[in-house]
């Protein structure tokens, strides 16, 4: 009487998500943010209070509002990406709202002056899907955290206020104020 021994091989394939690594260096690089807009936030230069947004957990906004003279308020998100970047968008309101291509005076002008602005400067702008105006910058992370690029930039972010001032004429036809 013969045996045969039968030897049956089973192979366990156990793959991540191709995202799971990705979405675990995203939340560290959210939480890096954090700490860096918790502690620009008292500093006179940005003296911004940003807060994670409960609708998408990757994205901090702040309302800079002191010692504007064309903006009311410029709102300042800065979103963490799943493709290894920090994008910082701000919103200048103007008269209790967003500047929107659709309600503005002269259209074509304001988009005008909006293509020489990201040629002379280094924020760029543009128009969201709504057609509300911006100010951006973007960040990859490809070298690092740029932990002191991010404050450079949140230091910047006042000057905004001027290029709203030359952008009042397109705007509503009013004369905007230059420091």
Known sequence: MSRRLGITLVVLWVAAAPSAGAQSSREITRERLRRTLDASSPRADV???FRQSEQQPFN??????GDLV??????????????????VRVFPHYKD???NLDKVRDGPGLMRALLQFSHRNFLFWGAD???DIFCGY???????????????VLRSIRATDGFVGDLRPFIDGSVGVRR
């Open 70 to 87: 064309n903006a009311d308020s410029l709102e300042i998100v800065l979103s963490v990406t799943d493709d290894e970047t920090i994008g």
């Open 97 to 99: 709202d967003y500047i």
């Open 47 to 49: 003296n911004v209070t």
């Open 129 to 131: 899907d709504a057609s």
């Open 60 to 65: 901090f906004s702040g309302m800079m509002t």
């Open 138 to 152: 973007s960040f990859t992370l490809e070298s690092g955290y740029p932990e002191e690029a991010i404050l450079v």
